[in-house]
């Protein structure tokens, strides 16, 4: 039999052969004195020194940082002298120019029961994985398309702002960013379009900040500038102007000039909020608040807006479950042929049940919401299947001479399932295009792109009839009307309500129904509540009219009667 020392002399043998075979494992030897005894290929690749250069120097004049060389030694000498070994763990070694080289180090004692033991010393390169863990780390707090710092990097360096100016008593501004009108460049040029937008966004915005500031992608299309130790109001002004003029200029994506605007809100620490989250909430607050005042400006935070946020999301809850519960109900006022006083349409208006958050649940307080919310999109679908309900009952009653015009907001016609919807409910309720038209606002022509135009020319040639409404109040050109698909245009109430004899009124809807008639429209005159307004609308060109003087919104029970009668 073998004995001990022969055992172990043949598992020495063997861990030579096998370190030998690692050529991919730095692997040293040194003895008592810490000279190198043994170097591989492996460690002039992780190193740099030479199996030449390495033999016979001290271990701690090569690889070993000046400020680990003490404990080295001790450890070393501690395990030779005591029997403690070295315990694995992970080190930064040198490199012969210099640099740090990570590595996880294990340590092995041969022939240590002679006078002259052999230590190994096993290194693996941990270089990669330190790249992947920094790469890791990076990507954890920065945007992958503008390389900004993201939201969780934004809300952890916020709180170290707010620490600082609590202790230092110092103010900080939170801007909060938004692209004004970005979904519909999305929508339109593309997603990769969008993002190379927003790129461009990006680094015009970092190139106007302080080095200390920070600018951070919070997501989409949403930024939030952090601006610590500002003196007065007037610092956060010029700063919130010098970014909303870097949309002044055209971005050059995809060989297109294309222009685009920014709305921003701003909070400031301590005076609004004490927080993060706080102030976050209330310059996005602001945000949205400049948004409705129009886009492209700044405001600052104040309790008004905070007060009216509250009051739209308890509206937007409350429209949520009245889409559950039935709180809505459709009303129709008729529209008057002019030539013979006959009622050949009517128009659906919506009605929601009287709200305890409204002191009045007018359509004109809670559709605006509604939009905000994307609310519209589910209860436009409400309407167009209830007005088709409704049609439905009255072709059954006989009544075939009436027709039924919905209003479709512009998220509704660029939502890609309307179309498809709008003619599913059609056949179900049995009725023709012909028994449905649409109204829809000046404003829809302006986002009216390609796809939409064939959808709603389609639409047009199977028979629906499309109104433009409120004609007169928005910014669309002329000449998107001669592109647009439309049959019918509506006269703006806000016209129609001033004095018959008014000079300026009188220009206006001349020129309307001149141009109107031109193109071939049927020219509609709403808001008529007089018997002079109804006259002067007739002399002006007008053949259909709607209004109180003829006819109240109607309830569909009321509506039966006056198409009986």
Not at 40 to 60: F, H, I, P, V
Not at 480 to 491: E, N, Q
């Amino acid at each position: 039999m073998k004995n001990d020392k022969e055992l172990l002399e043949q598992d020495e043998r063997r861990f030579i052969q096998l370190i030998g075979s690692l050529s991919k494992v730095a692997v040293q030897g040194y003895s008592v004195d810490r000279e190198v005894i043994y170097w591989n290929a492996a460690s002039t690749q992780l190193y740099g020194y030479s199996q030449q250069e390495a033999l016979g120097k001290r271990l701690e004049e090569l690889i070993i940082p000046e400020p680990m060389r003490d404990a080295v030694v001790g450890f070393h000498t501690d395990w030779v002298t005591n029997g403690n070994a070295i315990p694995a763990a992970e080190l930064k070694l040198l490199h012969k120019n210099g640099y740090l080289v990570p590595v996880f180090s294990m340590h092995i004692m041969l022939k240590e029961w002679t006078d002259v033991p052999e230590m190994f010393c096993i290194d693996i390169d941990m270089t990669e994985q330190h790249k992947a863990v920094t790469e890791l780390e990076r990507l954890a707090i920065s945007d992958t398309l503008t390389k900004l710092p993201n939201r969780r990097f934004l809300e952890e360096e916020l709180e170290r702002r707010i620490t600082e100016a609590k202790r230092f008593e110092q103010k900080v501004a939170v801007l909060f960013i938004d692209l004004d009108l970005f979904k519909e460049v999305n929508d339109t040029m593309g997603h990769a379009f969008g993002d190379q937008l927003l790129i461009q966004v990006s680094d015009r915005l970092r190139n106007k900040l302080r080095k200390y500031d920070t600018l951070s992608r919070f997501g989409g299309d949403e930024f939030v500038v952090i601006l610590p130790n500002i003196g007065d109001k007037a610092d956060v002004e010029a700063a919130a102007n010098k970014l909303l003029n870097q949309f002044t200029k055209s971005f050059l994506v995809a060989e297109q000039n294309i222009y685009s605007s920014a709305s921003i809100g701003i909070s400031i620490f301590p005076d609004d909020a004490t927080t993060t989250e706080r102030l976050l909430q209330h310059s996005d607050t602001a945000m949205y608040q400049a948004k409705m005042a129009g886009r492209n400006r700044f405001l600052f935070f104040n309790k008004e807006m905070n007060d009216r946020m509250l009051f739209e999301r308890e509206v937007a809850n409350q429209l949520k479950e009245s889409l559950v519960a039935g709180g809505f109900e459709l009303v129709y006022q008729p529209k008057v042929d002019l030539l013979d006083n006959k009622v050949t349409a009517c128009e659906a208006l919506l009605r929601w049940h009287r709200s305890p958050t409204l002191e009045s649940a007018s359509p004109a307080v809670f559709i605006p919401i509604a939009e905000r919310s994307d609310l519209i999109i589910l209860i436009g679908n409400w309407v167009l299947k209830e007005a088709c309900r409704q049609l439905s009952v009255w072709r059954k009653q006989g009544y075939h001479q009436i027709k039924v015009d919905i209003n479709v907001s512009s998220k509704q016609l660029v939502n890609s399932d309307f179309f498809d919807l709008f003619y599913e409910t059609l056949e179900f309720f049995d009725l023709s295009e012909k028994d449905i038209g649409i109204e829809i606002t000046e404003h829809t022509l302006l986002k009216a792109n390609d796809e939409l135009l064939a959808r709603l020319n389609e639409l047009r040639a199977r028979g629906t009839e499309i109104s433009i409404d409120d004609f007169g109040t928005g910014y669309s050109s002329l000449s998107y009307l001669t592109t647009f698909p439309a049959t019918h245009l509506k006269i703006d109430r806000s016209f129609i309500s001033g004095p018959a004899n008014s000079r300026e009124n009188r220009i206006i809807i001349e020129a309307i129904t001149d141009v109107g008639k031109k193109l071939n429209f049927q020219m509609v005159a709403e808001g008529i509540e007089t018997l002079d307004q109804a006259r002067f609308c007739e002399q002006l060109g007008c053949e259909i009219a709607q209004g109180y003087w003829f006819y109240r919104p109607l309830n569909a029970g009321d509506m039966t009667d006056l198409l009986q009668n």
